[in-house]
C-alpha cells in the first residue's frame, strides 16, 4: 500500500479537482473563505508550484471605506469585482473557478465573489442558477443602508481601475 499524499490525508486537497482545473490551461480564480474574511486569487500553474499573479482580500474593501462585515456575501461581491479589476490590469482575460473544498450551494458567498469576478470582465464559465439574487448581493437582507455602500464601492472600484482594457 502506498502514502498518500500529505494535503490529501489532511483533507485539504481534492487532486482528482486540481488535475481537471489545471488541463483547462486557463488561469484557475481561486476562492477560499474563512469565518472573518474571504480571499479571490488568479493563479497560474507552474511547475515549480502555481504563480498567483493577481489577489485580493476583504481587508482590502477597508481602503475604499467598507465599514461591515468582511465575511459576508455584499463583501464577496466586492472582493471578486476588485480581484477581477486587478487581474484584468495584469492582462488576463478568462479564469476556470476554483473552490476548493466549499461544497457548492445555490447562493453561496464563493458564487458572489465569482459574480464580482465576472462583473469586472473576466470571462469564467458558470451557469447563472447558481448565482445568489441581486438583493442579497447588494445585501438588503442585511440592512437598507448597506445598498448604497456597495454601490459606492463598487463605484470607486469601477473609477480606480476604469482605464483598463477588457
Known amino acids: 500500500m502506498r502514502l498518500k499524499f500529505r494535503r490529501r490525508r489532511e483533507g485539504k ?9 489545471l488541463k ?3 488561469p484557475r480564480v481561486i476562492v477560499r473563505k474563512s469565518n472573518k474574511n474571504i480571499r479571490v486569487q488568479f493563479a497560474i500553474y507552474d511547475f515549480n508550484g502555481d504563480r498567483i499573479t493577481a489577489s485580493a482580500i476583504g481587508s482590502d474593501l477597508r481602503k475604499y471605506g467598507w465599514t461591515y462585515s468582511l465575511s459576508n456575501t455584499p463583501a464577496a461581491y466586492l472582493t471578486g469585482l476588485l480581484a477581477g479589476k486587478r487581474a484584468l490590469k495584469k ?20 458564487f458572489a465573489a465569482l459574480k464580482g469576478v465576472v462583473d469586472a470582465g473576466i470571462d469564467v464559465p458558470y451557469g447563472e442558477e447558481i ?3 441581486e ?10 443602508e448597506i445598498e448604497e ?7 470607486k472600484i469601477e473609477e480606480e481601475y ?3 482594457e477588457t
Open 135 to 144: 438583493d442579497r448581493i447588494y445585501g438588503k437582507h442585511i440592512n437598507e
Open 162 to 164: 476604469g482605464g483598463v
Open 24 to 26: 483547462s490551461g486557463k
Open 131 to 133: 448565482l445568489p439574487s
Open 13 to 21: 486537497t481534492n487532486y482528482r479537482k486540481r488535475l481537471a482545473l
Open 91 to 110: 492582462g488576463i482575460k478568462e479564469g476556470v473557478l476554483d473552490i476548493g473544498l466549499h461544497t457548492p450551494r445555490k447562493g453561496a458567498k464563493v
Open 149 to 155: 455602500k456597495v454601490k459606492e464601492i463598487k463605484n
